[in-house]
């Protein structure tokens, strides 16, 4: 019985293998002759492959052919001007298609020379984008780089702020007595473009004004691509539009004064959207929501979301309404205020909100926020004593003003999965204690993560995060419960629950610290196109002075698993505490968007 299994799964694997076999391409010609590997490569690259060999000798001469001229017009592509090739073919009963290539000297490259079709350039733009033609007499003289030349000139004077350069036929001198390819680019550069005001067109109830103010440039500025993409980056930022575009008017519409306006076309998204969602955590209890988000009211792209959410640790009901561009380009006013509802194993809070914050974008990705926070409510709080050294349970009715600043900084090359780079974030947090206890305290909070490729292509990656929490000014009996550090969970250490790492009283309730200390080691290995596969350990502590304390280090590892979507990866992650206290559970299973950082 052992014998006749082997030989079954050897007949098995055999099929296997040769059933591969007869499906894999195969060359469509061999490429034989003295040719350099590179070119080699680049030869059978366009030669290309097909499914199965040829079934006769008619058809492998049809393909040496045909392989024959794809080589011909790769070579001469390379510079290789004077090659000499033969087609052919070898065998009967199972014929092969062949090409001998013979490339002969390399044609290198002459003086470049650009012919300007009038009106022409001036002279500061002509030296600046002649330039950038970038071709050195005596390179190979390789057809792709005279066209990336041309292309490099007409981008030139786009930038320059001729909107309408354009290349008209190119001739390029191909001398077989010199071994010399000179190209002759004939450059047509238009008019120079100066830049008038906005035209709207929407059916929606965007202001015009509003969207001017907008525009990176003023009335007879020089045109410049770049403030253009600004000016449709600004507009899509807002989220309000599911289409913009932004061009220069048709020449028939440019003013009197010679200017010309910039078209822009909003296509709004559905002015109301309501969104419903429940969640599921064995960490966290249970939760559901319900929004209303209404777009584009006030017609200046303003988003307004209000709604309820029930959950066993944060119940909210209330709204937020975001501002855009207000007042100046890249400036988010952002005002909310919530009735809020928070029951954790360390405190509870019921609790009126207010706030206001400023949001200034710099450049593509990051930003500084300021802002004001106002908090009225009561507090059910369970802590520690320090001097009693015992725990206590008190409630008290507290108004907090917050002031806030932050800023944050990412140059990383994916907001969902970045590969390589970093990020930083910094804030502060000036706040006031009135009611039943008076304090004034600072609390700041630093975090950086940094993405390191370990193989071409990024198909390892090296991630690292470390974030670092204080409070000064306060003491732990003082500052309110909210305001403290905690630590554990899926957006800090993975293996524990929410607010677990903290060290606890005796009734196994998370006891707050005035310091916080977190990091986390992820490798992230890619797995064909779709998956990635994840090893990582995190590691927090929970201090009760100002300074971190790194002598209480808890630590969770795991494994995980990304599946890429267009949009961003999906996660799963598996955890486990690795130095497991009662209460802890066993493992912590976590789902959901982007990376863990």
């Given amino acids: 019985m052992t014998s006749r299994t082997n030989l079954l799964l050897a007949g098995v694997a055999l099929w296997a293998v040769c059933g591969h076999a007869a499906l894999a391409d195969v060359p469509k010609a061999q490429i034989r002759g003295e040719v350099d590997a590179d070119l080699r490569r680049q030869l059978e690259q366009a030669v290309g492959q097909v499914e199965a060999a040829p079934a006769n000798r008619f058809e492998a001469r049809r393909r040496a052919r045909d392989a024959m001229e794809a080589a011909q017009a790769l070579l001469r592509s390379e510079g290789y001007y004077q090659p000499t090739l033969e087609d052919d073919v070898e065998g009967e009963e199972t014929p092969v298609a062949i090409v001998t290539v013979t490339p002969g000297r390399r044609f290198v490259l002459g003086e470049t020379r650009v012919n300007w079709i009038a009106p022409v350039p001036d002279a500061v733009t002509d030296q600046a984008v002649t330039k950038e033609i970038n071709l050195t007499p005596g390179d190979p003289g390789r057809a792709a780089d005279v066209l990336a030349a041309e292309g490099r000139v007409v981008a030139g004077l786009t930038r320059e702020g001729y909107a309408d350069a354009k290349a008209e036929p190119r001739r390029v001198v191909v001398d077989h007595a010199t071994f010399t390819v000179q190209p002759n680019f004939n450059i047509a550069s238009g008019a120079l473009v100066r830049l008038d005001g906005v035209l709207l067109r929407t059916r929606g109830q965007t202001n015009p004004q509003w969207v001017a103010g907008l525009a990176p440039w003023k009335a007879g500025d020089r045109y410049d691509p770049e403030d253009v993409a600004e000016l449709e980056r600004r507009l899509l930022d807002t989220g309000v539009y599911d289409g913009v575009g932004v061009a220069l008017a048709p020449l028939d519409q440019i003013t009197p004064e010679g200017l010309r306006p910039v078209m822009v076309t909003l296509a709004d998204r559905p002015r109301s959207l309501l969104e419903a969602g429940a969640t599921y955590s064995t960490a966290e209890g249970a939760g559901l929501d319900v929004f209303q988000t209404r777009y ?32 100046r380009p890249g400036q988010t006013l952002k005002l909310s205020s919530y009735l809020v509802n928070e029951q954790t194993d360390a405190y509870d809070r019921t609790a009126a909100t207010v706030n206001a914050d400023l949001s200034q974008r710099i450049g593509k990705t990051s930003f500084f926020t300021y802002g004001l926070g106002l908090d009225a409510g009561r507090y059910s709080e369970n802590r520690f004593d320090p001097i009693t050294q015992a725990p206590i349970n008190f409630d008290r009715d ?7 600043g932050a800023a944050y900084m990412d140059r990383s090359n994916d907001p969902l999965n970045p590969t390589q780079g970093y990020r930083f974030y910094v804030s502060a947090q000036p706040t006031a204690v009135t009611g039943e206890d008076t304090v004034f305290f600072l609390r700041t909070e630093t975090q950086a993560t940094a993405y390191l490729p370990l193989q071409d292509g990024a198909k390892t990656v090296l991630a690292g995060r470390a974030r670092i929490g204080s409070i000064i000014g306060g003491e732990e009996l003082t500052v309110p419960s909210d305001r403290l550090f905690y630590s554990g969970g899926g957006g800090s250490v993975r293996g524990y629950s929410y607010q677990s790492i903290n060290p606890r009283l005796p009734d196994n309730t998370p006891r707050g610290g005035l310091s916080l200390f977190e990091t986390s080691i992820e490798v992230r290995r890619d797995i064909g196109e779709k998956f990635q596969a994840v090893a990582f350990i995190d590691a927090g502590a929970i201090g009760f002075q100002e300074t971190p304390n790194f002598n209480n280090l808890r630590y969770g ?16 992650d598996i955890a486990i505490p690795l130095d497991k206290r009662e209460g802890d559970s066993a493992f912590q299973l976590y789902i959901s968007i982007g990376q863990a950082f």
């Fill in 557 to 572: 590892a795991g494994v995980g698993v990304r599946y890429k979507l267009p949009f961003g990866p999906v996660r799963a």
């Fill in 296 to 327: 584009n009211r006030l017609g200046r792209a303003a988003t307004l979301r209000y709604g309820v959410r029930i959950a066993s640790i944060d119940s909210r009901l209330g709204g937020e309404v975001s501002l855009p561009h207000w007042r």
């Fill in 398 to 404: 507290l108004a907090i003003l917050t002031a806030r």
